[in-house]
């Protein structure tokens, strides 16, 4: 799916793709991520989605972990954006919100009953508020929060442009 992130320096928009990430995909920790993908990709029944650069097809600008709880509820295990991209000196911006959004799509896409067009995940204490903020999730109990369809419909149409 393509989609546009925000380059810091210039404002403009860079033309970039979210599509299906492969173990060889999967970024390093001794570069700078937190996660250590190769071991997450082992996970059983999760699917994996890298943002990139439309040219830049190995340059991995972000990545999203979901899966499918209960057989019908999708839950975001993990996202990350790419050590150059984070803070006000990084690259690109937009990227967590095209993901978070791509992983709103895939909850009306996988979701199924009650669930369908809900996003699940378990939030960083210290990042809650920005979920929160930025991105209209509602804290449900401890650290699990969500992001309800009207709220993921926004964020599709503004991130995805769809």
């Known amino acids: 799916m393509q989609v546009q992130i925000i380059s810091v320096k210039t404002q403009k928009e860079i033309d970039a793709v979210i599509e299906n990430a492969i173990l060889k995909d999967m970024p390093k920790k001794k570069n700078g991520w937190q996660f250590t993908w190769s ?12 943002l990139s650069l439309i040219n830049n ?49 895939k ?28 991105y209209g999730a509602t804290l449900a109990m401890g650290q699990r929060m969500f992001i309800e369809p009207e709220v993921g419909l926004k964020l599709i149409k503004e991130y995805l442009k769809l």
Do not use: H, R, W
């Open 39 to 50: 071991t997450l990709y082992k996970t059983e029944g999760a699917k994996f989605y890298k």
């Open 57 to 105: 097809s190995d340059q991995v600008e972000g990545i999203l972990m979901l899966s499918i709880m209960y057989d019908e509820m999708v839950y975001m295990n993990n996202i990350e954006v790419a050590p150059q991209n984070l803070g006000k000196k990084g690259k690109y911006n937009n990227i967590a919100g095209c993901l978070i959004a791509y992983g709103c799509l």
């Open 107 to 134: 909850s009306f896409e996988l979701g199924k009953n009650a669930y369908q067009g809900y996003l699940t995940f378990e939030s960083k204490t210290k990042l809650i508020p920005l979920y929160e903020n930025k």
